[in-house]
Each structure stands twice: as C-alpha cells, then as structure tokens.
C-alpha cells in the first residue's frame, strides 16, 4: 500500500483520509470479470491515465490528458486493439471518450485487463463521474464530480485502485 491508493470499502470509496460515496457496476465486484458482465473487478489496478475534456474544465493535473475529438476506446474483443484508446474511425466496436453527456469529463483510466489485453475479460475499467446516486456503472466506480475533481487533483502517477 502506497499513501496515494483508493480503496473500495462498502462505506464507499476510501482516499486521502476521506471516504467519498461512489457506485461500481451492477454486477458487484467480481474476481471473473467478462466483458459485459457489468462486475468491477477485484484486485489492485494501477491508475494509468488521468483524461479530461479541456472544452469543459481546467487541466485537473500536470499529468493530466485531453479528450480530444474522434477519441474512442476500444470494448470489442475481436480488435486487435481491444482494452486501448483508439481513435475515429474504427472499424471495430468501442466507446466514444469524448460523450454529448458529462459521464467521462474526467476519467481515471486503470490497467484492468491493460498490458497484455486477454479478449473478453474486460475492457474499460475507469473511474468516472456519475449519471446519478446509486445508479450502477457497467463495472466501473463512479463518484459525485466534486469528489472526483478532488481526488484527481491529489491523485499521484503510480497509485491503484483497491478493489
């Protein structure tokens, strides 16, 4: 354990001192994950990125990258750039980083499923703002955006996320 880990606890999401209430997916945490399976999955997963949507907020760290338009990720287990940010057009199927919604203005990106991606284990694996409280994510965890802006901004490279 490093001081800058987040920690899943059922009380909510564990850093800094501070628990932050939050939503994971709607199939619980799960130590099988599948894509579309909607579990978050256990283990330590390292933070790898930090992305934003600079048309709507301030740089939210010096580490920090922008969501710039025809940024995807790739969810389709037949891509051969299955688990990773692609960018438009893309054949295969994937989803749209920079969203109409404000779902992932900021986003956390973790390695689940990342160095070396096995098709169909998972795929996406962030945490993000949510669309409201206690509405589950498809296997991500999700906080109230003051939190996440909180925690990003104190967020060092090289922390995980505990599930």
């Not at 994971?24 to 999955?41: F, H, M, Q, S, Y």
């Not at 301030?58 to 990720?73: F, N, S, T, V, Y």
């Amino acid at each position: 354990m490093i001081p800058s880990d987040v920690f899943l606890t059922p009380r909510g999401l564990r850093f800094a001192g501070r628990t932050f209430p939050c939503t994971i997916g709607r199939g619980g945490v799960t130590a099988d994950k599948r894509e579309g399976d909607g579990g978050t999955p256990a283990g330590a997963h390292g933070i790898v990125a930090m992305l934003y949507r600079p048309d709507r907020m301030a740089q939210p760290a010096a580490w920090a990258r922008p969501i710039r338009p025809g940024d995807l990720w790739s969810d389709d287990p037949a891509d051969t750039d299955y688990n990773r940010q692609v960018r438009a057009p893309h054949r295969f199927g994937h989803e749209r980083l920079r969203r109409p919604d404000p779902l992932y203005d900021l986003v956390l990106v973790t390695d689940w499923n990342w160095r070396a991606p096995v098709p169909g284990r998972g795929s996406a694996i962030f945490i993000h703002r949510w669309r409201r409280p206690g509405r589950s994510t498809e296997g991500c965890v999700a906080l109230r955006p003051d939190h996440l802006r909180w925690i990003a901004a104190r967020l060092a490279p090289g922390s995980r996320l505990i599930v």
